[in-house]
C-alpha cells in the first residue's frame, strides 16, 4: 500500500511538472485562443470516453477472475471494440461541436485528435494486471516514459509551426509511444481477440452501472469547461484552463493515488473486518485528506504570485482562478476516499446512483451560477453543491462500514479554517473573476 501511493503520489507529480514545463514553454509559443480550443477539443474527448466507459478496469480488479487470459483477452476484445466507436463519434461530432462552440476549427480538429481514443484502445491488459495487484514500478515509469514522448512532440512541432495542431499531433504521439512501450515493457502475454460469454456477461453485469457513473463523472470533472465554452471567449477559456491546470494538481493527485490503491486494498482488506484494519485505513486515509488540503491551502496562497512568476500579462488573470478553485475543491476532498469501497464490494449500482445525484446537482448550481453570476457565479454554486451532496457520500460509506466519523469532523474543520483564511487574505481576487 504504502509502495504504490509513493509511487503513484511521485509518478503524478513529477507528470505534472512535465506538463507544467511544457506548459511554460508552449504558452511563450502559442496564443491563448489555441489552449482554449484544445480545452474544447479535450472536453469532448474526454466526454465521448467517460460516457461510453463500462469500467474494465475497476472489474478486472475487483472480479475473482481478474488475472485468467480469457477474462483479459474478453476485456481487451471490449475494449478495442469501443476504441473504434469512440473514433467514429469523434467523426461524427466534428461539425456539431464546431456550430456550438462557433469554432471552425474543430471540423477538423476532432477526428484527427480522436485517434488517440482509438490507439489507446489497443493498449494491453497488463496495465490493468499491475494495478490489481499493486505492482506499479515498471507500468508507472512507461507511463512517464511515453508522457515526456508527448510532451517533447508538442514542443518541437510548437516550434517548427505554432499552432494548435502541434497539441493535438503531441498527444496522438503520446499515444503511439504508451501502446509501444506497454506492449513491448510489460511481462504477460499477449493480448488476442477471444469472446468468453461468461466473462462476457460479468463484465456487461459490473459495467452497466460503471458506464452511467462514468457519464456522470464526465459532468464532475470537465462539465465546468463544457459550459464555460458556451460562455467565455475562446482566450478567456484558454486564461481558465491553465488556472484550472494548476489549481487542480492536488486534487488530480489525490484522485491518482485512491484511483489505484482503494479497491485493492477495501477488497483484501475491508475495515469492517477487523479493528486492525480499520484502523490502518484511518491512518491512510487522514495522510491522503491531510496531504491534499494542505496542498490546495498552498495552491490559496501561492497561486497569484505562482502565476505572476511563471506566466506572461496575457495570462495573469489565471491568478485569481487559481485561488477560487482551490478553495471550491476543498468540499471533494473530504469524501474522496469513500466511493472505492462499494466498487470493491462490487455493488455499482449504489456508487452510481451517488455519482449521479453529485453531477445533476454540480451541474444544475454550475449553470444556475453561470447564469447569475458568471464565472465567480458558476463557481460559488458548484462550492454550495459540494457541500450539500456530502451526506449521500456517507450514506454510501455507511453501506459498506468504511465511513471516518472522525476523520470528516477533523478535516471539515481544517477546510473551515482554510476557508476563512482564504477570503480574509484573497477578497479582491475573488472579485476580479
Not at 452497466?208 to 464532475?220: N, P
Not at 477559456?237 to 485512491?258: H, K, Q, R, T
Request: charged share 10%; with cysteine; net charge neutral.
Amino acid at each position: 500500500m504504502l509502495r504504490g501511493s509513493v509511487l503513484t503520489a511521485g509518478a503524478y507529480a513529477f507528470s505534472q511538472v512535465l506538463r507544467l514545463g511544457s506548459n511554460l514553454i508552449l504558452t511563450r509559443l502559442l496564443y491563448p485562443e489555441a489552449f482554449g480550443l484544445m480545452a474544447l477539443v479535450s472536453v469532448l474527448l474526454i466526454g465521448l470516453s467517460m460516457f461510453s466507459d463500462i469500467g474494465l478496469g475497476p472489474a478486472i480488479s475487483q472480479s475473482d477472475r481478474g488475472d485468467e487470459p480469457d477474462f483479459l483477452d474478453t476485456a481487451w476484445t471490449v475494449q478495442v471494440m469501443r476504441g473504434l466507436v469512440l473514433w467514429l463519434a469523434t467523426c461524427a461530432l466534428a461539425l456539431p461541436a464546431a456550430r456550438l462552440y462557433e469554432a471552425p476549427e474543430l471540423a477538423m480538429l476532432l477526428p484527427v485528435a480522436g485517434l488517440s481514443l482509438l490507439i489507446g484502445a489497443f493498449n494491453p491488459t497488463r496495465i490493468d494486471t499491475a494495478h490489481r495487484h499493486l505492482l506499479l514500478g515498471r507500468v508507472t515509469m512507461l507511463d512517464l516514459a511515453s508522457q515526456a514522448i508527448g510532451i517533447a512532440a508538442m514542443v518541437g512541432l510548437a516550434m517548427w509551426h505554432p499552432s494548435v495542431w502541434a497539441l493535438v499531433n503531441g498527444a496522438i504521439i503520446g499515444a503511439v509511444a504508451k501502446l509501444v512501450l506497454t506492449h513491448w515493457g510489460l511481462p504477460g502475454q499477449p493480448n488476442r481477440f477471444r469472446w468468453e460469454p461468461t466473462a462476457g456477461a460479468q463484465l456487461i453485469h459490473f459495467g452497466k452501472w460503471i458506464f452511467l457513473s462514468t457519464a456522470c463523472g464526465f459532468l464532475l470533472a470537465q462539465g465546468d469547461k463544457a459550459i464555460l465554452g458556451a460562455f467565455l471567449e475562446l482566450d478567456e477559456l484558454g486564461v481558465y484552463n491553465i488556472g484550472y491546470f494548476l489549481a487542480s494538481f492536488p486534487v488530480m493527485l489525490g484522485g491518482a493515488v485512491v484511483g489505484r490503491i482503494m479497491i485493492p486494498i477495501y477488497r483484501d482488506h475491508p475495515p469492517a473486518a477487523s479493528a486492525a484494519n480499520a484502523a490502518r485505513l484511518r491512518r491512510l486515509r487522514f495522510a491522503l485528506t491531510g496531504g491534499i488540503l494542505l496542498l490546495l491551502g498552498v495552491m490559496v496562497f501561492a497561486g497569484e504570485p505562482l502565476v505572476r512568476l511563471l506566466y506572461d500579462d496575457r495570462y495573469l488573470g489565471a491568478g485569481a482562478i487559481v485561488v477560487a478553485i482551490a478553495c471550491v475543491q476543498m468540499p471533494m476532498v473530504i469524501g474522496m476516499t469513500y466511493d472505492q469501497s462499494a466498487l470493491a464490494a462490487g455493488d455499482s449500482r449504489n456508487y452510481f446512483l451517488v455519482m449521479a445525484a453529485r453531477a445533476a446537482a454540480q451541474t444544475f448550481a454550475f449553470l444556475l451560477g453561470a447564469y447569475s453570476g458568471g464565472l465567480a457565479g458558476a463557481l460559488i454554486g458548484q462550492f454550495v453543491a459540494m457541500v450539500l451532496v456530502h451526506p449521500l457520500i456517507v450514506w454510501l460509506a455507511l453501506r459498506h462500514r468504511s465511513w471516518d466519523g472522525l476523520h470528516d469532523a477533523v478535516f471539515g474543520g481544517l477546510a473551515l479554517m482554510l476557508l476563512a483564511l482564504a477570503v480574509a487574505t484573497h477578497g479582491a481576487a475573488f472579485t476580479a473573476i
